[in-house]
């Protein structure tokens, strides 16, 4: 027998590329790739690109150079780049970057083992002319709920159960390819829809990822049913804009239908769900979030800024006063319920009056995590056109300004909750050894307002008896800055126990 091709899939950026990876992994082992976790190890290395901001860009570019490197010295023979920046710049990168062997759109996703096939062969595939997705859907709701139509890079049909490798997802329709885990981390993604319908005038997505199109509901039930069969613990529900699930589909309240759904299924003890705008949080969804049993009261809100004039200018809604009110209206219903933003600074025509508002906001808003971007220009956007451009040296100032700010006022807010009981999932366990006042081993976990990798962790002062993917409730005792010190109050509950 041959030996096994392989592949190692490289990803960077957010949550939604990392199920794309997944998908793309699912897609691979299922026509006979072998899965390796370091680029040394493979054949081909897959860079899964990010091509939001510039630092994310670099990060990419730097990647590819990285796993171009492992060539002519180990087993890698060929670099590929696939994601969001593949697919915004295709052959002008291709062009730019002669270290890849092959730039992939997502396009290319469903044929994606004859694709890496060709390249390790010494092939060339043409990189695509990039195009405005958001033209591709001329769809109407009636023919949608069909699924008829499949997402950019997501195939049409897919083998059933009984064709599949184990451990790979089953098919749930046309819109939910393959997947195979690439961790065995306790927390998952889910796509929840893809693409975006809004023009916020420095964002360039929508352009490369297409219009807004949901996911059935039955399909997201059946990927969450199979991911808790692997043990997950905490899904996450992903798009670019999950308030606007469904609006597609006929009805803008369905997710309110569909939380308390998956909230049942067995095994997974935590659901959250990211990136809602705070222009279309109706009070039933707010209602949802803050009641529903296993649902986390998070509120991953995109406010960018709280300065009316420059908020209309990003082409979006609302001042510091509405923004206000929002998060009163959500600690009303769950007065520990979490809140994060992202927030751009020095975008063209700020004033010193704008960031002296946009600080007013963030000192009321009590935000538990903030993250703060400078502007730059992108391209293919209308806020390159726009006039007020600041200086590079001011933009970094108020970065600097801003970002001093967050930290103080996070680190205030995680001390806010000193004696709130938390419920934390237990994502990882040190070996015995090591000690949190003198308790065997080391728990990393995160509480209902603590997202992954971007809102601080829980620390556990006792390892005993607890194993990842274990919900446990604890006490805050301490904290250093947004990350929490609790002591566990007693057992959890974990996958064992919900027959996941």
């Not at 490289?10 to 793309?24: F, H, I, K, P, Q």
């Not at 994060?340 to 538990?368: H, K, M, Q, Y």
């Not at 997202?451 to 990842?468: K, N, S």
């Amino acid at each position: 027998m041959p030996e096994r091709r392989t592949v190692a899939l490289v990803t960077l950026g957010c949550a939604r590329n990392e199920v794309d990876s997944e998908e793309l992994a699912g897609r691979l082992a299922a026509d006979g790739w072998e899965l390796v976790p370091e680029a040394a190890q493979a054949d081909v290395a897959v860079v899964n690109t990010c091509g939001f901001v510039e630092a994310a860009k670099k990060d990419s570019v730097d990647a590819l150079l990285e796993a171009n490197d492992l060539k002519g010295h180990g087993r890698t023979q060929a670099v590929v780049a696939v994601g969001c920046m593949a697919e915004r710049y295709g052959k002008e990168l291709a062009e730019a970057l002669p270290e890849a062997d092959g730039v992939l759109g997502f396009d290319d996703y469903t044929d994606i083992s004859e694709r890496l096939g060709t390249i390790l062969a010494g092939g060339v595939h043409a990189s695509h002319t990039p195009r405005d997705r958001r033209k591709l859907l001329p769809i109407s709701p009636v023919e949608r709920q069909g699924a008829t139509v499949a997402l950019p890079g997501h195939a049409d049909a897919a083998p059933g159960p009984e064709d599949l490798p184990e451990g790979l997802a089953p098919p749930s329709g046309p819109r939910a390819p393959l997947r195979r885990r690439l961790d065995s981390s306790p927390v998952a993604s889910v796509k929840l829809a893809s693409g975006c319908d809004r023009r916020c005038s420095f964002c360039a997505i929508p352009a490369f990822r297409g219009s807004f199109i949901s996911r059935r509901p039955a399909d997201v039930l059946s990927e969450t049913r199979w991911l808790a069969e692997q043990g997950v613990s905490e899904i996450m529900l992903v798009s670019e804009n999950n308030t606007s699930y469904g609006k597609d589909l006929g009805d803008i309240r369905l997710l309110e239908t569909l939380l308390p759904e998956l909230a049942q299924v067995d095994g997974v003890e935590r659901i959250r769900v990211s990136y809602l705008q705070p222009a279309e949080l109706r009070p039933s969804l707010i209602d949802t979030l803050t009641s529903t049993p296993k649902v986390a009261p998070y509120f991953d809100l995109s406010f960018q800024h709280s300065a009316p004039g420059v908020l209309r200018r990003m082409r979006r809604f609302g001042d510091t006063d509405r923004f206000l009110g929002l998060l009163e209206q959500i600690r009303a219903r769950a007065p520990q319920a979490g809140a994060r933003s992202n927030f751009i600074v020095g975008f063209p025509g700020e004033t010193e009056e704008d960031v002296a508002e946009l600080e007013r906001f963030l000192t009321g808003a009590r935000l538990d995590a903030i993250g703060v971007f400078g502007y730059s220009d992108e391209e293919g956007t209308e806020a390159l056109g726009l006039d007020g451009k600041l200086e590079a040296d001011a933009v970094a100032e108020r970065l600097a300004r801003i970002t001093r700010l967050a930290e103080e006022l996070t680190a205030q807010r995680a001390e806010e909750r000193l004696g709130e009981t938390v419920r934390v999932l237990v994502e990882s366990v040190t070996a015995e050894g090591d000690t949190i006042d003198g308790a065997p081993g080391e728990v990393v976990g995160r509480a209902a307002h603590q997202a992954p990798e971007t809102d601080g962790q829980t620390y556990l002062t006792d390892a005993r008896g607890l194993l990842p993917g274990r919900i446990v409730e604890a006490k805050v005792v301490a904290t250093e800055g947004v990350d929490l010190i609790a002591e566990p109050l007693g057992g959890g509950v974990g996958p064992e126990e919900a027959g996941g």
